[in-house]
């Protein structure tokens, strides 16, 4: 009966190990809820729209597992400037003739042009491994496809040419809830939102980090850092062109650039405010 | 001579019979496959309201025959359906039952039982031939005595198996009408299954004394083999459904069953999954029973039982050895036709939300292999000889902590906004080099190479060879020739690897690996040339083991089994908010991927209630060995008394 009991204390404490360095050992990844489809409501902006094809691009379009820096497959940020180039290309076997075409069909034919190393292994480039991303796992309407156009025309610094939706616009089966582009209501909501929070600190953010300045400090000697410049004036170039000026101590290229096409005016105005001391909730 | 050749009747027609049956088990399954639809398919024609209206959506109205002309439909046969889009009403809440934990619970509980039911039969069918061939009957006994600890657990899996089937049915019915409709015969082919193995599995195990000589033990070899067969084609079939939901086929796009059961079931993942889990079948039966033996080891006091359950601890601990080397090679084939079949499936499995699940499955195999090792360093101690092969010890432990360490260390680090602001990275300058496949590869290899060394060194503690061949002059030069070859080479193209693409660098674990398994191959091989003759040098003392050495077998059963849970956790989360991957959503109210300790928490959970009932199912042979036991001192008891009754009556 003792060596019983030792043998279920010995086994008991070995699953409890394996499960404690599960729990306390690694870290916590939530992983994400099941995709919902995109559904607008009511009128958007371009800028509105990009931002949802960004979100897309990174959430549930999947794009970035693969289109990344580690080499999975081309980095697309350039894409709508190469895609004339492509459209000529001997290779190309589609029928797209423009750059908002191209892409189109680049998502939902992968194979119709393969970029030179990134085709399926044996089929000398001319198959891609891509899926086309509007069926199947990934399964995007055609209004989300449309907004990730539009985010890589924009990212890639050429003209939007995708036609926003009408009001109603994508909302394919109407059983699933709409899932609105969300305004901030307040500056805590903003620096949440924007994920402010992650690398700076402000009495609004409960747990920030110390990657870039204390914006609860910077507003109390933000009107001397430049020559010219108001405080509020300082603070918005800081957000939207946040390698203009960099603190001491921190490195550029660390914040995102392209907050000025992913907030509101109103989110803009909250956050300088904030930072300003102008509000405290 | 009348009744030796009706005897020899018997027996031969007995296994003509069996026989016959194995040879037409293929073509009753194949004659199946492609019997009719309509008769099957009508057992499933009770159609829901969502699943109609998909129907008159989806479904062509009229076909057209082989002349061209349009062969009218009758509306009244069964027709398969596309994929229903479920909506949570579509989920029976029963009793506030957690749908998802129940079915979790079930299956995993399931799997645990018919893993160790499919694997025991294998080596238990191996260890039995030997005897035959080698005439020792220690490893009749052993057989029989393995098998007689699985039996329970035939009752169990398919208790659970049951569970399973109506938790699924109760729980899941919009599912599981789509499965049936895809995978009817299938279904019905499995259930006939049973049967044949019942058949099997109880002649087998019953008939083990009375068929212990001669032309009976040619039978019961038959039937033992009668039983693999028909427990493989139970595992391949059920299979078939774990790698249809993940990576369908014999369908259209719309999830629209195409008529050919045998497309639905030979999907892309099907053989990697086959293979995976027969070689692992194998290792769990093998660590399972050897945590019976060292359970017997250490609650005997008889130095005959412990010296018995000394050897079949490690018999069955080789077994268990011989099914995890393998396994690492067949889970990278699985894993490359998951990328082969759906490139996001297989980055949202390696280097997505599951990514530092494979931290911790390296800590458990790394567990496993310092169990391992360690209980061959103890198994030493058995033989006074092997005391020249001491000095090896250390070198080779710390050789395995260094790849273990390797193998563990995370890509990314977890670190607070402070540390990642010192660090500069969210890669360690130093540790971040060991975090990617180049080193993790090389930690593997080099694992495996340690582990089959301190297995090597074990296998010639106690003997030399006698011969005076050249294999007895220069083998052992060979080998370690052939282990320094293989190790630098691996270190080489681990090395390397950093520095070309990444592309390029996947290809590089072809060659490790190979590396790993020549030496595995030839230096088996060249040992068997070595000791062609050889004699021993000393006493080799079983049951002459540590006591803390039969902890390490229990170690490596729990292990095993906890990693079981994990990985069928990941097999199965990967498919995400999909019962059928890109075909049919789980739309139910519980379609959300658990969160790794969530995992790692039922996991134990089930653990701990398999364990209790393994321990059910290793206290029921010991049971009945001490009934059977009373009963023959009762009776030896009461002869006694009756020559007594009789002296005293003279």
Redesign the interface.
Known sequence: MG??LK??V???C???G??G???FG??????????VEEKLTGEITMDQYIALGKKIFEGKG?CT??HNS???APLLEQVAQVAPERLKDPRYKGKATTTEEYIHESMVEPSAYVVA?FGKKGTNDTVS???NIS?????LSDVEIGAVIAFLQDVGGTEVTVALPSGDAGAG?T?EEPAEIKVAENAKEAFSKFGCD??HMHPLIEEG???GPDLGKVGATAGTRKEGYSAERFIRESIVNPNAVIAEGFDADTMPDDFATQMTVSELDMIINAILGNESS | MLLTLKRAFRYRGAAAIVAILVAISPLFVYAALNFGSSSLYGMVSATPAYAEEAAQAEAPAQEEGQDGAVEAEDPNMWKPLPAP?L?TKDYPIVAGINSRLAVWFAAQLHLFFAAFVLGVPIFVWVIEFIGVVTKDPRYDNMAHEFMKVSMTGFSLAASFGGLLSILLVVLYPGFMQYMVGVFGKVMVIYALMFFAESFFVYTYYYGWDKMAEGGLKKLHLFLGLGLNSSGMVLMVLSNSWASFMMAPSGID?AGVFLGDSWAAIAGHLWNPLNLHRFIANIAYGGSLTAAYAA?KF??TDSKEDRAHYDWMGYTSFVIAMVGLLPLPFAGYWLTKEVYDY????G??LM???FA?LF??QA??IGAIFLSANYYLWCSLGRAEASKRFYYMIQPLGVVIVIAFLMWFTPHTL?MT??E??QIGDAHHPLLGYFGVMAAKNTAVNTLILSTFLSFQLFRRANIRPTGDGFWAQYGTTIQVALYIAAETNIISLGIWSYFI???VRIGLSVPQVSSTAVVLILSTIIDTLIFKKSADIGEFKWGHMPIRSQ?TL??LA??FT?LMGLMGYCRSAIR???HV??VL??NSVN???????F???M??AI??VF?ALV?FMFWMPILAAKKKEAKKSKVAGGDLHGVIGATAGE
């Open positions: 060596q019983l043998i279920v010995f086994s008991l070995v699953v409890c394996f499960a360095y599960t729990t690694l870290p916590l990844i939530i992983p994400e809820a099941p995709p999947t597992l693969c580690l080499g999975r190393g491994p891509m899926p069926k199947g796992a990934i399964g089966s059983e992650t690398c980090g110390d990657m | 889009k909506e796009d359970f250490l609650t759906s490139q996001q499936m980055i949202t280097g997505g939300v530092w931290i911790l800590v458990l977890i906004s402070k990642l602001t693409p990444a592309n902890y229990f170690m729990v292990s906890w995400q908010h999909w991957y890109t959503r789980d379609a959300f991927t658990p969160t790794l300790p995992a790692a928490w996991v134990t653990v701990l364990m321990f």
